[in-house]
């Protein structure tokens, strides 16, 4: 049972006394997956809030604080410093990833180890926009020092799906900008970031980063409301981004780095090669149980091969092997949030209620906080499992005839981040690609959908997301172009 009491708020590693709230893994060393106590954190409020709101303030000291003005060579050796202390706690946090929210062995290493990287590329990329920074450009007559400066205060608040990678994914390149951090971790997976509290301490000038724990509500809404956020980044649900952005007196005036929801296809067109499509389109709707942005939340299959494909593919996730994360080959795992086989049932009823059938035999098996994923087919626009990003482990197979049926679909949906497009002539298929690059941000060539490499830049149409984050594009999400000029007189 972990206790964690500390928090960090102005440079100093305080210990709390007052309530705390339990934290349940997600796992147990039970067979039956019955969610454990594994820890407790610190119950926030209002003054913590304000404490850290006011370090991050003054840090920030209206752009002219240590952190803002400190030369871009020694706010690069402070994230050096951190980066280089993280790397020798990952054995903890990979430990912590798997027992909080169920993420296989595998998977856990590769978060770990992805948002390392991203930290050196995130260094090296701020290098590089920091050479340019320092030409000169004369047009005109007027020449000008253009380079990108800070943005203020942000709030930062991560999913729980990617705890450590898609938080620090907004953290570090607002920080290295110049910016001052207040940062909450999310609901599941918060104790995994205890063992990286010294090395924020330690590596960053007081007040830069500020870590709370807590309700969003006790913590997040008091800070907003104050308006002296200057930068809600937040990965997560609409619902969440809204509320908290409305909270604000002058909400015009917040800038908004925002990963939300989304609803991607896959698209199997007649001629597609059924075995790497069934890979696929696995990976692409299990990976994680389901529960990642990206992940593929409705398959639309031609009707000419729907046969084969559905037989195939509900075989194939019924030979998936469920267990704990650090079991061997296990691709199923238990479900963090204890209210999901709940709600995925739902979903089930609804579509056989409204005529769909489950295609696999394993299909909507559950005990406590896992479900088995049910295949179901055919998925129709009435049922609330294609409606709803279901984040979670069921998959719905809609049958289509003619290519305008899925497009059409996807220019009425309120998401639109990325698409799978599984056919062999890719070369016939250009003016379709043409036309999805313009129904969504990504369009995956026979392969699943999926954030990375992080160098690439991951954002979404409608309800999906704001402003576009990667190594590249988050160092620009986070600053604005600012620019001296003058004459040549
Ligand atoms: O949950 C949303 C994440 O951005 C998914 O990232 O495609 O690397 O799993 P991923």
Known sequence: IIEQKKYLIDGELKTWDGNSTQVFSTISSTEDYKPTLLGSIPDMGEPEAMDALGAATKAYGRGQGVWPTMHVKDRIDCMEAFVKKMETKREEVVKLLMWEIGKSLPDSQKEFDRTVEYIYD???????LDRNAAKFQKHDGVYAHIKRGPLGVVLCLGPYNYPLNETFALLIPAIIMGNTAIFKPA?????LITPLLEAFQSCFPKGVINILFGRGRAVAAPIMQTGKVDVLALIGNSKSA??????????????????LEAKNPAIVLPDADLDLTIDECIAGTLSFNGQRCTALKVVYVHEDIAEEFNKRFSKRVDELKFGNPWDDGAKLT?????????????LIDDA??????????????HADNYIWPAVLYPVTKDMNVYQEEQFGPVIPIVPFKDIEEPLDDMAESNYGQQVSLFGKDVYALAPLIDTLVNLVCRVNLNSSCQRGPDVYPFTGRK?????TLSVHDALRSFSIRTFVAFKDN
Do not use: C, M, W
Request: glycine share 10%.
């Open 187 to 191: 609901k599941h997976g918060v104790l």
């Open 122 to 128: 995130t260094i090296e990329d701020y290098k590089e």
């Open 242 to 259: 809204n509320a908290l952005q409305n909270q604000h007196p002058k909400s015009n005036r917040l800038r908004l780095v925002l990963g």
């Open 463 to 467: 309800d999906s997301a704001q402003a």
């Open 334 to 346: 238990p479900l963090p949030e204890p209210e999901k086989p709940a709600y995925i049932q739902g």
């Open 352 to 365: 056989l209620v409204k005529g769909a059938k489950i295609l696999n035999k394993k299909g909507g098996e």
